[in-house]
Every structure is written in structure tokens, then in C-alpha cells.
């Protein structure tokens, strides 16, 4: 026996059954370089193949055989790219979502950094015509030798798209004989980008040296003076700072009085965005109180949540950036979110001009490089805040002193892919670990927050006033019911018509939200009822007329509409609902002089689509601007004074125990967008259902009567704060071996739960349909678990070994089971 150090590594590979760590020897020639977090290639499986891993832990000392050791091969980055309070939390992540470390971990790391290894096949010795005569080689193998004549240095893939065999048996035959070689490359989808500089070699007697040079070497003098004042200049503004040649540098390099040199070079999205800087705003005695509450505990480096419930246009911004100056003045960090990265330039805006470069940004719709560079510069400390979207919570902070959670409430901070994660709760468990402040805000908390905060875990804050000190908008309730009576069928009551024409009369802005877009929301046929519905997914196609198309907005599948009913073959097809597209086109008619602007998905899908958008709206270059929830979320533009929301009753429909509380909180939120200016705000809110308690709260601004009421329900019908849902979705393109699984998961999972004595009262509901029965082909069949326990550790672990004694013993081939916990949707 052998002392030697070792690694426990996960590997790259999500499958639950490779969901632990590997045991790997550190090679003493990488032992100084291998550490906690580090980045390593290792070999895997029965065939070694290199895949890349992450050390977890080290021990220095250990009696292995050495026989049955692998050892790390490679180490890829020269820091570690986790440090241990984010090893903590991946560990934390497993445990609580079910998820598997590399999932937890791929939240964490940079998307595209990931390397595999490609194989290169070439030839090292070439068989001749008479050595082939002779035998010994098969017709494939000869196939492939022709290939790598022509190919030297192929990929194994491109090797098998050339062939019309799998070569993987005949690749290991080969390089047996000697024949081939092959090399592991590693690869991965975004690099570090770099660039040329030119510096001077030596600054001390560069004015002397200008003085010798030759009067006609003009350029030569120019590039060194501008060096001595600058310091340094990119290759690439050679050209069109000082019209500079590289022959000019050839020959300042040969005079050995300048070198080149090449240097990172960041991609710095927004670097050109207009910014204007600002000041601290003086604040209300409302405002002051809330940061004079906040800040002791910043100062105490311990961890405390907080729930701000202020009104839409209270100055909660203005707030959470009084706050986290006092945060680096602690030589801390803070993270900032915000629920859509429709609302990410607003904030950049308003936080770059407060705190100029110190920010990184942090979202899905950046590139890849950019990606990269943003969490390099927080990782390396270059920055001291983070602004984006749900992602953001992960920025890799290593003296965290506060997180702020924008509109805490929206459902965009829970991820609907694995780990289904909620930002609100890793926020809480990175607080923890730091000692840093929790702030929680929005005009409409989400109950389980207000609950919380009514039960004291967390500290309630309140603003109930506008900064501006105006009134909140008055909302006026339009019965669409008496307007159909009237004969009125447009999608706009004869008030909201009045409105909006008063609005362009006076100049200003009006905002029209409807939560779906597209032109219609399905094409029917009057003669037989046939509707239009995707061939992936149990769900009816959106006409989109801008395009011509119907789509699935699940899958993305589109065809052109049918003219003629493809059941029936009548010609009574029409178009049914409406979506954000229609709304524009009758818009339009109705109001031809109107400038209008859509903001939606379809619009805003392009890289600086919203950017552009939000500018020509700032710049008053729309009249009305017609959308879906984007436009309710923490908008502000001085010269909306309107909103009109088309149909407010459109979520009461859903299947969902959040249906009300939604329907409350977009109203609420979208009606917050008028009046935020010097003038009054009017909002015009349309419904079927003008009885129901969620649109009668959401016209008094009344968000306690909306909670009174609603958590009464909850509580009767156990429903989260006072239970805890785990949703089991089984899916698969068989439908029968989908029910088979779901039905063994459903008993195994009752009879376990009752040998653990687990107490009855935690239900299980199912198997049954999923509301949203098919998608992509994979049918779709729920197992619902409504829990009162506090410590959920032993369901869990019920749930994660059925889960894989169902995966071990191959129960049924194409089948997923994706695990929800604290489900946002139940679709």
C-alpha cells in the first residue's frame, strides 16, 4: 500500500446514475494545481473515455490500491472555478430540487464553457495495394483507410458522414495494428477573446528617442507620443484613431521601441448604452425609515430577510440603491433581480448612472462570450454589483452583502427546466451562507412572502406612498357582459375607446395590455368543429397574420392555416380570440394617427429589440404601446396616464390554485404603470367576471382585503403557505408505458411513505392526465404530493429512490420523470 492524495469528482453527465463522486488519484505532478472547485479531465467508464469533472473535496492521504485507481489527467483553469460556499450550495441544490450535482453546477458555471472531447482520427502508416492483397484486413477497414487518405486529421463524426457503416469497431481495429492514430481534443463553445496591443518597450528617455528619429518618420513620432500619453493602443484602432500602419510598427519594433503584446479583451454588453449620471434622490420619510431599517443589519453581517410591500411608483429603486451604497462601503457585494430581462436596460440604466462600471450584467439573452466576460469580471472582483434576470442569483461573489429581489412575486424566478429551482429560495440559502441582507420587494407579494412576513420570518416594511406624492390611478371596471347587451362587440368597451382618444388629444401615452399574443388564439370550423391543433402537443395552434402562420407556442411547430377544414372540407373556417397582433390591427384602424408599438415576444425576440423599443418609447415616439406582461413589470415612463387591460378575467379560467392571486397581481401591477409622472393616471379594466374578489381588490389598490380573503381558501383547502406541493410529471412518446410507470411510481410511492410512517394526512393525488396532456410528442401523466411537513428529508428520499429504481431496472425505455418542488404552475 501506497500513500497517495485524492480527489472525489462528479462528472459531466447528468443521468441520475452517475448522480455521486468518483474517487481520482492526484498525479504528484498536478498536485499543486488540483484544488477544491478545480475543473479536471478525468477517465471514465469501461472505455476511459476523458470527460471533464469537479473536485468537491481532497484528502492528502489515503491507503488505495493502486491497481484500481484512475488518476486525473488534466486540470483546466488556473483558479478553481467554484469556491466552496458554491460547492455548499450545489450540494444544498441536490438535495433540495432532486436534481443532480452537474445540474446544480451548470447553473453556476458560465453556459458554453463545458468541454468534451472530440476525437481526431489520422493515419501513421499507410498499407499498400500489395500488403492489402495479402489479408488480414477487412473491406471496412480498407473504407476507412481511403477516407483518411483524403480527410488526414478527420473527427470521428465527420468520419461516420462519410462512410455508410459505424466506424467505432473498426477506429479500435486499426489503431490495434498500428495503422491510426487517434487524439482526444478537447472543445467548448465560447473562448476567451483577445486582441493586439501596442506598448512602449521602455517609457523613461522616449522623448529623447522621438528626438533622433528622422524627420520624415512622422507616423513613427506620432504613435510614440501618443504611447507616452496613453500608454497603450488596440491593433485594431490603429487604422482609424492615428491612420497608422503596420509597417510603422515593424519598424518602432525592430528600433526595439515598442513590442506587441496580446491581452484579454473583455465583450462588454451595454458598454454603449446612453447613460446619464446620477446622484442620490433625496427620499421620503417613508423611504427613510425603510433604509434606516435595513442598514444596521448590513453593518452586523448577519442574515435577515426582509419584504418590502410598497405601491407601484413608491421609489423602491431609489431605495435599493441607497442601500447598497452603504453596501460597498462595507467592501461588500450585492446582487440585484429583476424578474424579466424586458426590464434589465431600465435597471442598467439607472444603476450604471448611479455607479458608473461597477455593475456586471447578467442574462439569457447575451451572448455566450459575453456571458463568460460578465462573470469573469464579478469572479475576479472587478465589479462589486450584478443586475439581471433569474439567473443572476449565482453570480460568483465572494463577500456577498445583500440580494434584492425586484417584484419578488413573479413566477419568472421559479425555472421550469432541472434543477427547478426557485431564485427567491437559493437567494435565501447564498444569505445565509454570507451573513448578508435579504430584501424582498413588490407592490403585490406573493402570499407565501406576506405570510411569512405577517408570521415574523420575515421583517415587513411598508411603503403605501407614491414618490411623487400623487394618488394611485383610478380604475374604473368595465361588465363586457352590458357592452355585448349594447350591441358592442369590438374588443374595446365604448369607456376604453373614450379614453384612449382623449389620451391622444392631450399627448400622452397610453398602455394596452393583453396577456397573449399572436393574431387569433385558434382557427375553427363553424361546420363541424374542428380546431386547428398541434400534432406534437394536446394544444391549439396561434394564428400569427404579420406571418402567415399557425404555431405551437410550446413547441414551435407552424404551418400556413387551413382555407378549407381539413375534417369536414367546408369553408367555414374562422378565426376565434384575440392576441396582442389583433389588438394592434384594430388599434390602428380605429385610431390611424396613433403611433403604436407592440412589445411582446414575437417583437422583442431579436438581440437589442428591447432596448431599441424601450428607447423610442422613452423618446415619445409611440402613442400607444400594446402588450403583454412585460409592459406590467416595473415599466416607467412620466407620460403614461392610461392603461387599459382588455380582457382582466383571462387567468380566473386557469386550472391553478394561483389563478386568483395572479389575476390580482397583473392588474395591480400593469395599472401601476399610469400616472407615475406629474399627471394623474386613469386605468380601464375590461372583464366578464366584474364580481370576483380579485378584480373588486385589485380597483382599490387593496392588496390586504385580496389576501384576507384568499388565504382563507388556502387554508381550507391546504394549499402552500400551508402545505408544500412536489409535482411528479412521467412522460414519454408511448402513452400506455407512460400510465404503466406513473401507476408503479403512484404505488410504490404510498406503499413506502407508509412503511416510513409517514403521517396520512400527506396526500398523494394520482396519477392522472397533466392538464397539458401531450407536448412534444411525449405524453404527460402527473403524480401530485401535497405535504404539511416541515422537514421534507425522508419523502424526498422515498421519491429520489423510486425515481431511480425506476431508471435502474429500465422499466420502461423513452420514459422521464421530472420532479417539481414548490411547483409555480401545475400544467
Not at 433604509?291 to 418590502?308: G, W
Not at 384568499?710 to 403557505?721: A, G, S, T
Not at 412521467?730 to 400510465?739: L, Y
Amino acid at each position: 500500500m501506497e500513500k497517495t492524495s485524492y480527489a472525489e469528482v462528479v462528472v459531466n453527465n447528468r443521468s441520475n446514475q452517475t448522480n455521486m463522486t468518483y474517487t481520482y488519484g492526484i498525479p504528484k505532478d498536478l498536485s499543486d494545481r488540483v484544488s477544491i472547485g478545480s475543473r479536471v479531465m478525468v477517465p471514465f467508464g469501461k472505455g476511459n473515455k476523458l470527460v471533464e469533472g469537479y473536485v468537491l473535496s481532497k484528502d492528502e492521504g489515503l491507503s488505495i490500491q493502486l491497481s484500481k485507481i484512475k488518476y486525473i489527467q488534466r486540470v483546466l483553469d488556473e483558479e478553481s472555478l467554484l469556491s466552496e460556499k458554491m460547492i455548499d450550495l450545489c450540494k444544498w441544490m441536490r438535495e433540495e430540487y432532486l436534481c443532480t450535482y452537474m445540474d446544480a453546477i451548470q447553473c453556476i458555471i458560465p453556459t458554453g464553457i463545458s468541454y468534451k472531447t472530440e476525437k481526431k482520427i489520422r493515419l501513421c502508416r499507410d498499407v499498400s495495394m500489395e500488403e492489402w492483397g495479402q489479408g488480414g484486413f477487412t473491406d471496412r477497414q480498407w473504407a476507412v483507410m481511403k477516407v483518411l487518405r483524403k480527410h488526414p486529421n478527420v473527427s470521428e463524426d465527420a468520419l461516420r458522414q462519410l462512410l455508410d457503416f459505424d466506424p467505432s469497431s473498426t477506429l479500435r481495429s486499426l489503431e490495434a495494428k498500428n495503422i491510426i492514430f487517434i487524439e482526444y481534443q478537447l472543445k467548448n463553445n465560447v473562448s476567451i477573446l483577445t486582441e493586439k496591443v501596442i506598448r512602449l518597450s521602455a517609457k523613461e528617455k522616449i522623448h529623447e528617442e522621438i528626438s533622433k528619429l528622422n524627420q520624415n518618420a512622422k507616423k513613427q513620432k506620432q504613435l510614440l507620443e501618443y504611447l507616452a500619453n496613453h500608454g497603450e493602443i488596440a491593433w485594431s484602432k490603429l487604422k482609424e484613431s492615428l491612420d497608422i500602419s503596420p509597417s510603422t510598427i515593424e519598424s518602432l519594433t525592430k528600433k526595439g521601441l515598442v513590442h506587441v503584446e496580446t491581452v484579454e479583451k473583455r465583450r462588454v454588453p451595454y458598454g454603449d448604452f446612453p447613460v446619464e449620471a446620477t446622484g442620490p434622490h433625496g427620499l421620503t420619510e417613508e423611504q427613510k425609515k425603510v433604509v434606516e431599517q435595513v442598514i444596521p443589519h448590513i453593518m452586523d453581517a448577519k442574515y435577515q430577510p426582509f419584504l418590502l410591500h410598497g405601491v407601484t411608483g413608491s421609489g423602491k429603486t431609489e431605495v435599493y440603491m441607497q442601500i447598497i451604497d452603504q453596501v460597498l462601503k462595507q467592501s461588500k457585494e450585492a446582487i440585484v433581480l429583476v424578474p424579466e430581462i424586458s426590464l434589465t436596460p431600465q435597471m442598467i440604466e439607472r444603476f450604471k448612472g448611479r455607479f458608473g462600471n461597477n455593475i456586471a450584467v447578467l442574462h439569457s439573452k447575451l451572448s455566450l462570450g459575453e456571458r463568460l466576460d460578465e462573470w469573469n469580471r464579478i469572479k475576479n472582483g472587478e465589479v462589486k454589483i450584478a443586475v439581471g434576470a433569474r439567473s443572476a442569483v449565482f453570480a460568483p461573489f465572494h463577500n456577498l452583502g445583500i440580494i434584492i429581489v425586484d417584484e419578488e412575486h413573479e413566477h419568472t424566478y421559479k425555472s421550469e427546466s432541472s434543477p427547478k429551482y426557485h431564485a427567491v429560495e437559493v437567494a435565501e440559502f447564498r444569505c445565509r451562507q454570507h451573513g448578508a441582507v435579504l430584501l424582498l420587494g413588490s407592490a403585490t407579494p406573493s402570499l407565501e412572502s406576506y405570510y411569512k412576513a405577517e408570521k415574523g420570518e420575515y421583517k415587513k416594511l411598508v411603503m403605501q406612498n407614491r414618490y411623487n406624492q400623487n394618488d394611485l390611478p383610478s380604475i374604473q371596471i368595465v361588465d363586457m357582459r352590458t357592452e355585448l347587451q349594447k350591441g358592442n362587440k369590438s374588443v374595446f368597451s365604448e369607456s376604453l375607446y373614450r379614453e384612449i382618444k382623449q389620451n391622444l388629444e392631450n399627448k400622452e401615452q397610453t398602455i394596452l395590455f393583453l396577456n397573449r399574443r399572436g393574431y387569433s388564439t385558434f382557427i375553427s370550423c363553424r361546420n363541424c368543429g374542428y380546431v386547428a391543433k398541434c400534432p406534437h402537443c394536446e394544444i391549439s395552434l396561434t394564428y400569427h397574420k404579420n406571418v402567415h402562420y399557425i404555431s405551437c407556442h410550446y413547441c414551435h411547430y407552424r404551418q400556413q392555416p387551413p382555407d378549407i377544414c381539413p375534417k369536414c372540407g367546408s369553408k367555414y373556417i374562422k378565426y376565434f380570440g384575440a392576441g396582442t397582433e389583433k389588438i394592434e390591427k384594430v388599434t390602428g384602424k380605429l385610431f390611424p394617427t396613433a403611433k403604436i408599438i407592440r412589445l411582446d415576444l414575437d417583437t422583442t425576440s431579436r438581440k437589442g429589440s428591447m432596448e431599441r423599443i424601450m428607447q423610442e418609447i422613452k423618446q415619445g415616439k409611440a402613442d400607444i404601446i400594446i402588450g403583454t406582461q412585460m409592459i406590467a413589470k416595473g415599466l416607467d415612463f412620466p407620460n403614461v396616464t392610461l392603461v387599459g387591460v382588455i380582457a382582466a378575467d383571462m387567468n380566473l379560467n386557469l386550472p391553478e390554485f394561483r389563478a386568483a392571486e395572479r389575476t390580482f397581481q397583473l392588474i395591480t401591477q400593469v395599472a401601476g404603470r399610469a400616472g407615475r409622472g406629474r399627471r394623474m393616471g386613469r386605468v380601464v379594466v375590461q372583464t366578464y367576471d366584474p364580481e370576483h374578489f380579485a378584480i373588486q381588490a385589485s380597483q382599490n389598490h387593496d392588496f390586504i382585503s385580496f389576501y384576507e380573503q384568499e388565504i382563507l381558501m388556502r387554508k381550507e383547502f391546504l394549499y402552500p403557505p400551508f402545505s408544500r406541493l412536489i409535482n411528479i410529471t412521467i412522460a414519454g412518446t408511448k402513452e400506455s408505458e407512460v400510465i404503466k410507470t406513473a401507476d408503479h411510481f403512484a404505488t410504490a410511492l404510498r406503499q413506502r411513505m407508509g412503511s416510513e410512517k409517514i403521517p396520512s394526512e400527506e396526500t398523494v393525488f394520482g396519477p392522472s392526465p397533466a392538464p397539458l396532456s401531450k407536448i412534444k410528442e411525449k405524453y404527460r401523466w402527473q403524480i401530485v404530493i401535497k405535504s404539511k411537513l416541515i422537514d421534507q428529508t425522508a419523502l424526498k428520499g422515498i421519491i429520489n429512490n423510486i425515481r431511480n429504481d425506476i431508471t435502474d431496472r429500465n422499466y420502461a425505455n423513452d420514459i422521464s420523470i421530472s420532479i417539481d418542488v414548490n411547483p409555480f404552475h401545475m400544467l
